[in-house]
């Protein structure tokens, strides 16, 4: 049997103490990175597994950072938040943390789960997801001085909220969506969106009437909404398109009523009756470049989803390291998006931006173009020490395909 390789092998084999192998395994933002690579090859290298129960007892941390697993959906948008999961899989992974996974119907269900983790595997710290109106879980962790962040802007809140937030900038996103359909000659622009009071929701129409009021045009009677999928979002483009005075192109809250309203666009005549017998396609966008998007030819906004999850892990590390994270002196950061000079477009098909006004362009079918990330961040700038808790907002991109 193989002699089991411990700290002191590692030390010997990096040329460096027992204390910064441990430094490098418990506390990585108190070591250089070129000794924490070297570190962390001989730790590959020669085979380490430290012991996760001797480490807790030494540290009194468990390494552990707690995200609730969404509830099962069986529309297209149920995917985005497992991509968000798996970044942050992995960009705890790399910061020595394991994601610890549990599920709740809702504020207080989760709030009770909380409370049972912390008795049974003591988590060092939380993200929640699916922030909300009234959301309960901020103040309750809060309360309790538990680190945490969340993925999601505290909705409903005054300026200066006690935790820090990464959430994606859903106004930019369609208020560049909009650009883009204006720049290509359209005015009549409608919105298919969630009820009143979601506020992702209410920021992503935010972003498209401010752009269309901007430009001239009065987005009264464009918007329709729904809390439902793909047959909702047909029906209504259906009803935009059917108006007495229809719609020319149409934004969605989410690929799964873009979809929708694809198909409505696409049925015979559409086109004809919304310019005027003009036969032109009706231009369609989605949000969330979902799977479903990127197969049916969909323009939509992309967010940054493996950013926004290790932005979460920067700033929880910060809060239990002493790491670096992302955030200016003031512990705020803007993401700037890839293509934000032209309106955030990225032309799919082209391999680039897309700014200005292009017609329709095929993406051939079973190709992918590689595209740059949403935003150009790293984690690197320290927060400043005692100011506000850093909230970090990505930009999303829009992919140009077919629809629009």
């Not at 204390?19 to 020669?46: I, M």
């Not at 950072?65 to 948008?77: L, V």
């Not at 009820?195 to 992503?204: A, H, I």
Request: one cysteine or more; a neutral charge.
């Amino acid at each position: 049997m193989a002699q089991k390789v411990t700290i002191t092998d590692v030390a010997r084999h990096a040329k460096v103490s027992r204390q910064t192998v441990s430094n490098v395994l418990n506390t990585p933002g108190l070591v250089r990175e070129d000794t924490r690579r070297r570190v962390l090859e001989a730790v590959e290298t020669l085979g380490y597994r430290a012991s996760q129960a001797a480490r807790q007892m030494r540290t009194g941390r468990s390494r552990l950072i707690a995200t609730r697993i969404e509830p099962t959906r069986d529309d297209i948008d149920g995917t985005v938040y497992d991509r968000f999961l798996h970044g942050l899989t992995e960009a705890a992974a790399e910061a020595g943390y394991r994601v610890l996974l549990y599920t709740a119907d809702d504020d207080q269900s989760e709030i009770a789960t909380i409370d049972d983790l912390l008795a049974a595997y003591e988590p060092d710290a939380f993200v929640l997801t699916g922030t909300h109106h009234g959301d309960m879980r901020t103040s309750w962790l809060a309360g309790r001085r538990l680190p945490f962040v969340t993925f999601g802007r505290p909705w409903g809140m005054p300026e200066g909220p006690s935790h820090p937030w990464v959430d994606v900038d859903g106004a930019a996103g369609t208020a560049a969506a909009t650009r883009h359909l204006l720049d290509a000659g359209h005015r009549r622009i409608g919105f298919i969106g969630w009820p009143p009071g979601s506020g992702v929701g209410d920021d992503r129409r935010a972003g498209w009437a401010r752009t269309l009021a901007a430009a001239g045009v009065d987005p009264a009677g464009l918007d329709r909404v729904s809390d439902g999928g793909v047959a909702a979002g047909e029906a209504l483009a259906r009803d935009l398109l059917d108006a007495d005075r229809p719609a020319t192109a149409l934004l969605c809250v989410s690929d799964s009523l873009a979809l929708g309203a694809l198909h409505a666009a696409r049925s015979p005549g559409a086109g004809g009756r919304a310019n005027g017998g003009a036969g032109m396609p009706i231009a369609v966008i989605g949000f969330d470049d979902t799977s479903a998007a990127r197969a049916m030819g969909l323009t939509s906004l992309s967010q940054p989803l493996a950013e926004a999850a290790a932005c979460c892990v920067a700033l929880l590390a910060h809060a239990l390291d002493g790491a670096g994270v992302i955030g200016g002196a003031n512990g705020k950061t803007n993401g700037r998006a890839f293509g934000e000079a032209n309106g955030g477009a990225f032309d799919e098909a082209r391999g680039g931006a897309g700014g200005g006004a292009h017609g329709p362009v095929a993406t051939p079918a079973g190709t992918e173009t590689s595209r740059s990330p949403g935003s150009t961040m790293t984690p690197t700038a320290l927060m400043a020490p005692g100011g506000p808790p850093a909230q970090v907002l990505l930009q999303p991109s829009l992919v140009v395909r077919r629809s629009a």
